[in-house]
């Protein structure tokens, strides 16, 4: 049998077994294959073994719940999150996207709409076959150093570690330095995408870029934020 290089690899995290069920149902009727936890604990493990393309995370799980679990993924990996839970509350779904989800549904859910938004987020997140190599050339100033083709950055001194995202928005910043990028333009530089992901990630991903480069945020750091508008990146402050 030839091996199907188009299916994605996705991690279900959900401690009640119907709905365990009916997600995997989803993602096989798509094409692709499902992985499947029942604590945020053996959740980590398998994200961690298996390196998907995609999660869908409850937040109410036992061993450990599902925020911190979030939390621990957005730590070293910027792949998609789709969160899936009964907290309907504004603030909780505000929390999720803040704290890195890329996607949040309600329970109970329609089988059709979260077979939409598995595949949504899966086209954003995977790269399209044959696209252009990123060239190979470097960046420096008195804050980092960059190089585009070994995709490693050095601030102050220091290797650093960086996600794709990170990597793609760090890009994005230096490559307009000086420049008040909105966030409008920044959804479509480093997400390649300006639907489906919220203003709000964008200010998580800032803040957790500034504090992996070790910078000071606000009016004194070389980040900062440009009110009501997006951010600007001039090194020499």
């Known amino acids: 049998m030839t091996e199907d290089h188009t299916a994605a690899q996705v991690l279900s995290i959900e401690d009640d077994e119907a709905i365990g069920d009916a997600i995997e149902a989803v993602v096989v009727k798509h094409g692709h294959h499902c992985v499947r936890a029942a604590n945020g604990r053996d959740g980590l493990r398998l994200f961690f073994e298996d390196r998907p393309d995609l999660v869908v995370l409850d937040l109410g799980l036992p061993v450990m719940?599902?925020?911190q679990v979030l939390e621990r993924i957005r730590e070293l990996s910027d792949v998609p999150i789709l969160v899936l839970t009964a907290r309907d509350r504004e603030k909780d779904?505000?929390?999720g996207l803040n704290e890195g989800?890329?996607?949040y549904l309600?329970?109970?859910f329609s089988v059709n709409e979260l077979g939409a938004r598995i595949v949504a987020l899966l086209r954003r997140a995977r790269p399209t076959p044959g696209a252009e190599v990123v060239p190979a050339e470097t960046y420096t100033d008195e804050l980092i150093s960059i190089d585009f083709g070994a995709r490693t950055v050095t601030?102050?001194?220091n290797?650093?570690?960086l996600t794709a995202l990170?990597?793609?928005l760090l890009e994005t910043f230096v490559r307009h330095v000086g420049q008040a990028l909105s966030t409008e333009q920044l959804l479509r530089l480093a997400w390649s995408d300006d639907t489906g992901v919220g203003p709000e990630r964008v200010k998580f991903s800032v803040l957790r870029l500034r504090r992996k480069l070790g910078w000071h945020q606000g009016e004194?750091?070389?980040l900062r934020a440009v009110r009501g508008y997006g951010y600007r990146y001039r090194p020499e402050s």
């Open 65 to 67: 719940d599902g925020w």
């Open 93 to 95: 779904k505000v929390r």
């Open 101 to 103: 989800a890329d996607d």
């Open 106 to 108: 309600t329970k109970p």
């Open 155 to 157: 601030s102050l001194g």
């Open 159 to 161: 290797e650093v570690q």
């Open 166 to 168: 990170e990597f793609r």
């Open 220 to 222: 004194d750091g070389p």
